[in-house]
Nanobody, 116 residues
């Protein structure tokens, strides 16, 4: 049974950093494209960043480019999202997503709140 478990969220002041982790199990992580999405209150879920199976190609939303970095460790079945220079508008629930053999998996989400 596929499972994605996010961690690392919390309350942080503007300008500070957080690192999210997503531990995967139950599917072939190394062959999966991994992504981070987020959903703010009253807004639709949006793609934040994605990374291909070998980590060779990454993609970012314009709003986070230059501040966020997605990476993965295929040996540990984990994907990360390093978030720097956080802004109040980054406040949202962040979800881990996997696309594996045409199947789509989601984590339960982790709350990130950026506030002074």
């Amino acid at each position: 049974q596929a499972q994605l478990v996010e961690s690392g969220g919390g309350l942080v002041q503007p300008g500070r950093s957080l690192r999210l982790s997503c531990a995967a199990s139950g599917f072939t992580f190394s062959r999966s494209t991994m992504s981070w999405y987020r959903q703010a209150p009253g807004k639709e879920r949006e793609l934040v960043a994605s990374i291909t199976s070998a980590g060779g190609v990454t993609n970012y939303a314009a709003s986070v480019k230059g501040r966020f970095t997605i990476s993965r460790d295929n040996g540990k079945n984990t994907v990360f999202l390093q978030m720097n220079s956080l802004k109040p508008e980054d406040t949202a629930v962040y979800y881990c997503n996997a696309v594996s053999s045409s199947y789509l998996y989601w984590g339960q989400g982790t709350q990130v709140t950026v506030s002074s």
